[in-house]
């Protein structure tokens, strides 16, 4: 099925004018036609939208330059075009300069030259639409681009080849702590006014030094210490001359605690032989991780990854303790009550593939004595 014919409108009081336009363009077009502008406006909001709206420029009740103004109110994309004679150039003239009428056609007019300035209306309608099109196009994955960098972990500013801000990520404004919108303006004030010089001099140090990828720095900003990694990369045209810069901004402050954290988890799972003194002390090491995590005053996507990822290690443990606990204490502990403490222990589990042997032992130990119902009454880990 071809895509539909583009829509004009024929406003004229004169009938024989209406069907003459009406033979004109009906092979190429789908031909509206009314001898009242009040009508005209009418069928423009029931069957809109229109790409050409043609009108005479003396009517009864409304003149052409002012039924097209209110057409261009209404759909301001409708290119509107109006027949004249030369008495009425000087109106016409200035509804052009407004912007109102894209273009006006005197009478008597060739039906070769109407039927011309016709498709270049029609043109130039199709071509201001695609553009519209583009820019909703453009802006929508403008928001899904700032949306997805919002998420992440690492800040950005895009910055011009003039070290003017063109964008800011979420984090990267979060990070620095800057007030309002920092677009439009030179990187080097912005960072100057928020006592954060120190960044700028690190940012124009790897500018120079293309052997270094990256510099950390501490950072003081409201009341909250920190310390960032800091990397540029240039933004260049196909021709190779950069156009600007994106500085990467990725808060670092808990990256000793998250090795920290990897080694205890580390710890539990080479646990060879009795495992519960070590999950009693892994359970210590990371409580007292979640203190000093809790005291960088920190908010930022890899602070809150390993606080959650702590919490749920926390639980996976618990929950293993607490299981063999019950098969030890308890004569006829709840079995199925017991399996569902092991699956969320495995989903909160930070390596699912790497399980303690001794772990698994205990997994064995709950299923035989679900099905069995005998309980060994020992404890497993």
Request: aromatic residues 6%; charged residues 30%; hydrophobic residues 40%.
């Amino acid at each position: 099925m071809g895509s539909p014919r583009p829509r004009i409108l024929v406003v004229d009081d004169e009938e024989a004018i209406l069907e003459t336009m009406t033979f004109t363009f009906e092979d190429d077009y789908e031909i509206h036609t009314s001898s009242d502008a009040r009508r005209a406006l009418e069928l423009l909001d029931e069957h809109a939208p229109f790409a050409v709206v043609l009108t005479d420029q003396r009517m009864p009740n409304m003149s052409g330059v002012d039924f097209l103004k209110e057409v261009w109110q209404r759909y301001p994309a409708t290119v509107c075009m109006i027949l004249t004679g030369f008495a009425d150039v000087e109106a016409i003239i200035e509804a052009i300069n407004h912007g109102h009428v894209y273009a006006y056609i005197t009478k008597p007019w060739e039906p070769d030259q109407l039927k011309q300035v016709m498709k270049q209306a029609v043109n130039h309608y199709e071509l201001s639409v695609d553009n519209d099109r583009l820019l909703v196009d453009l802006k929508r994955a403008t928001v899904f681009l700032e949306a997805m960098m919002d998420q992440l972990d690492t800040g950005a500013l895009a910055v011009d080849g003039d070290g003017v801000i063109r964008a800011a990520s979420r984090p990267a404004r979060d990070y620095l702590a800057l007030e309002g919108d920092p677009r439009g303006k030179p990187l080097s004030a912005v960072l100057s006014a928020h006592g954060l010089g120190g960044i700028g001099e690190t940012i124009e140090r790897l500018a120079v030094d293309e052997a270094t990828s990256f510099e950390e720095v501490d950072v003081t900003v409201a009341d909250r210490s920190y310390r960032l990694r800091v990397a540029l990369h240039n933004l260049a045209e196909p021709s190779g001359d950069n156009f600007g810069r994106v500085v990467l901004l990725r808060e670092i402050s808990h990256e000793p605690l998250r090795r920290r954290f990897e080694q205890v988890v580390a710890q539990v799972v080479d646990a060879a032989d009795d495992l519960r003194p070590v999950l009693g002390e892994a359970r210590q090491d990371l409580k007292s991780l979640g203190d000093e995590l809790a005291g960088l005053y920190v908010d930022s996507p890899g602070v809150g990854e390993l606080e959650e990822r702590l919490g749920q290690t926390l639980t996976a443990i618990d929950n293993w303790l607490d299981v063999d606990d019950a098969l030890t204490r308890e004569n006829y502990p709840d079995a199925q009550v017991l399996q569902d403490r092991l699956r969320v222990a495995l989903s909160r589990w930070p390596l699912p593939d790497r399980v303690p042997e001794r772990v698994r032992a205990l997994a064995r130990a709950v299923e035989d004595y679900y099905e069995s119902g005998e309980n060994p009454g020992r404890p497993v880990l």
